[in-house]
């Protein structure tokens, strides 16, 4: 099993910086893609940005790149998504997310982080 527990958000004015932080933990945690997925407020949970396993190349949506990062600690259990320039469009809960590179594992979610941006 992997367990995932987000923390960093908050309430934060339009034009302005938060940094989501996820920490992983279990036996399994190494062969997960750590990534990010938000769910606004009566809409669909949708992706954000992830890393992909091994090489570490990452993959952000288009409504994020140029204004989100996300990076991760060496030891790779560790993953933060900085975010600038935040718009009252990004508010949402954000949750880590564990996609398993076996197949037929499943995947893990975190309990999730309100981030909510005021215009």
């Known amino acids: 099993q992997v367990q995932l527990v987000e923390s960093g958000g908050g309430l934060v004015q339009a034009g302005g910086s938060l940094r989501l932080s996820c920490s992983a933990s279990?036996?399994?945690?190494?062969?997960?893609?750590l990534g990010w997925f938000r769910q606004p407020p009566g809409k669909e949970r949708e992706f954000v940005a992830a890393?992909?396993?091994?090489?570490?190349?990452?993959n952000y949506a288009d409504s994020v790149k140029g204004r989100f990062t996300i990076s991760r600690d060496n030891a790779k259990t560790t993953i933060y998504l900085q975010m600038n320039s935040l718009k009252p469009e990004d508010t949402a809960v954000y949750y880590c997310h564990a996609r398993p590179v076996i197949a037929g594992a499943g995947d893990y979610w975190g309990q999730g982080t309100q981030v909510t941006v005021s215009s």
């Open positions: 890393f992909t396993w091994g090489p570490g190349t990452t």
């Open positions: 279990g036996r399994t945690v190494s062969s997960y893609a």
